[in-house]
């Protein structure tokens, strides 16, 4: 079982920055393709990002790709999301999740990811 959580959410003012984390428990998050989510109440999940088993290959929603960033330490077993510029409909549970190759992120589609954390709650608001 490919266990993954996420930390680092909170409350944060609009544009202000934020930097939230996935980890994995029991496996190489380096063998694995890693993607965001974020989901807010009443809306579908929407994909965000998502980065190559190595870290070369990266890929953004058109919405995030100016303001966020995402980067793997496959040394630490972690996969980070650097969030700037956050607005209030930023507001959303935030999620990773596994996917083989970098082949799984073309669409950032949720059908492509297998494993899923726990997710960490985003609140932008003044």
């Known amino acids: 079982q490919l266990l993954l959580v996420e930390s680092g959410g909170g409350l944060v003012q609009p544009g202000g920055s934020l930097r939230i984390s996935c980890a994995a428990s029991g496996f190489t998050l380096g063998n694995y393709a890693i993607g965001w989510f974020r989901q807010a109440p009443g809306k579908e999940r929407e994909g965000l990002s998502c980065?190559?088993?190595?870290?070369?290959?990266?890929r953004y929603a058109d919405s995030v790709e100016d303001r966020f960033t995402i980067s793997r330490d496959n040394a630490r077993n972690t996969v980070s999301l650097q969030m700037d510029s956050l607005k209030p409909e930023d507001t959303a549970v935030y999620y990773c999740?596994?996917?083989?190759?970098?082949?799984?992120?073309?669409?950032?589609?949720?059908?492509?990811?297998?494993?899923w954390g726990q997710g960490t709650r985003v609140t932008v608001s003044s």
């Open positions: 999740a596994a996917g083989r190759t970098f082949a799984d992120c073309s669409g950032l589609g949720s059908a492509d990811f297998v494993s």
């Open positions: 980065i190559s088993p190595s870290g070369g290959s990266v």
